[in-house]
């Protein structure tokens, strides 16, 4: 027999290089130039963060830096496969050899797509589901411009792959060589985006810290640091937009819940979250926000002891309250956050219409991948149910 142990097997992945540098898109060519041969860059971005400016300063920087730099700016969000096929297409036209992900999630997911398909002849639709992917990729940069996915630091990216469905691409070539995170990137984000993102990373260290297989130490460690940083500055964020502190602790945060989910990964919020995205374009972050309140209650019969443990990162530790206590503050204290952050509360303030719940609960079921790490199991019923008290 082998002797107990208290630590489980486990591995943990992560991305090779993290820069924490305010003002680090503005020397990004220098940075670059610096790690990688490569000189023909491409850069994935949608058209608000072109408009808003963003891009402007990485631009210049890598032009100066002796970079030739294409631009592909068709990201949109819940991106379609066409969208990928076409970044694809004009980065093989450009002999791109280094792509560059700038923008949010979606921005993220489709670099590091394009960065495989580009170096690959594998085609993406074998690429669905976990470890498909079997070629190699280009040389890839990524650079959050909000504070929410993790995108940065995961192997996963989320395209819409029908009229209403979504698919992952989960794989270890999605992992980047180099995140940066600039947090004067995401000092313009507006209010309702910085409290959708916010919560989205919160959900991401919630549902890591929750995880039912492959939960583990190194993965827990950074859920609970990126829960603290993120609960204690998500309302300060969205009152304040210009406020540094809240702004670095927001977009650290969101980077180690990512690291979390990508090793622990995420279930019944997302799994509910993504038919809002695909049968009315609710943002990622706001469809989980929209179902986090639901799915923690339901799950509380069996991550009571979890759920007191994050009770305590968020609001210290209570003398005389015992986990069932602490288990319901948690909760408590998320929904107040949620409200606190003034980002729409119910399905029905963002357009979601009661006579189509049953077919999101339909869908929901399809997304097995991430229902299965679910502490308590989910029934179509179940799903209904959950649907109906978010509404």
């Known amino acids: 027999m082998p002797m107990e142990t208290m630590v489980p097997n486990f591995e943990f992945r992560t991305v090779p290089s993290i820069l924490v540098e305010w003002s680090g898109a503005r020397r990004l060519g220098e940075i670059l130039a610096a790690r990688f041969a490569a000189r023909r ?43 990928v096929h076409d970044c694809a297409e004009q980065a093989r036209a450009a002999k791109a050899e280094i792509v560059v992900g700038l923008g949010g999630g979606s921005s993220l997911d489709i670099a590091k797509l ?48 029908g009229e209403t469905t ?35 990373a919160m959900v991401h260290a919630i549902e890591a810290y929750t995880s039912k297989f492959k939960k583990n130490p190194l993965s827990d460690a950074l859920a609970r640091e990126a829960l603290r940083l993120l609960g204690s500055n998500v309302v300060a964020a969205c009152r304040d937009g210009k406020d540094r502190a809240a702004r670095e602790a927001m977009l650290l945060g969101a980077t180690l819940a990512g690291q979390a989910f990508a090793n622990a990964p995420v279930a019944a919020v997302h799994a509910l979250a993504y038919p809002l995205g695909g049968h009315y374009h ?48 948690f909760v408590e204290e998320m929904e107040r956050l949620m409200n606190d952050s003034g980002a729409p509360r119910r399905l029905r ?43």
């Open 282 to 329: 609710v943002p990622h972050g706001l469809s989980n926000a929209l179902m986090l309140g639901p799915v923690l209650r339901f799950n509380m019969a069996a991550a009571a002891p979890l759920y007191a443990e994050l009770s305590d990162v968020l609001l210290g530790a209570r003398a005389g309250r015992d986990t069932a206590a602490r288990s319901q503050d």
């Open 114 to 161: 394009c960065a495989v398909l580009v170096a690959s002849a594998q085609p993406l639709a074998e690429m669905y589901g976990i470890g498909k992917v079997t070629g190699s990729r280009l040389p890839l940069a990524l650079i959050p411009t909000t504070a929410g996915t993790g995108s940065e630091v995961t192997n996963i990216s989320i395209i819409t792959t």
């Open 349 to 391: 303030d963002v357009g979601v219409t009661d006579n189509s719940l049953a077919l999101l609960a339909s869908d929901a079921m399809k997304q097995s991948r991430l229902l299965i790490n679910n502490p308590v199991e989910v029934t179509e019923a179940d799903a209904l149910a959950l649907y109906r008290e978010a509404f």
């Open 41 to 83: 860059v491409m850069v994935v971005t949608d058209m608000g963060v072109r408009r808003a400016g963003l891009a402007d300063p990485v631009l210049t920087s890598l032009t100066e830096a002796g970079f030739t730099v294409t631009v592909f700016d068709g990201v949109v969000a819940d991106p379609p496969e066409a969208i």
């Open 166 to 200: 979504k698919m992952g691409v989960v794989s270890p070539q999605l992992y980047a060589d180099l995140a940066l995170l600039d947090a004067e990137l995401t000092v313009g984000l507006p209010v309702v985006h910085t409290a959708a993102t916010g919560i989205d």
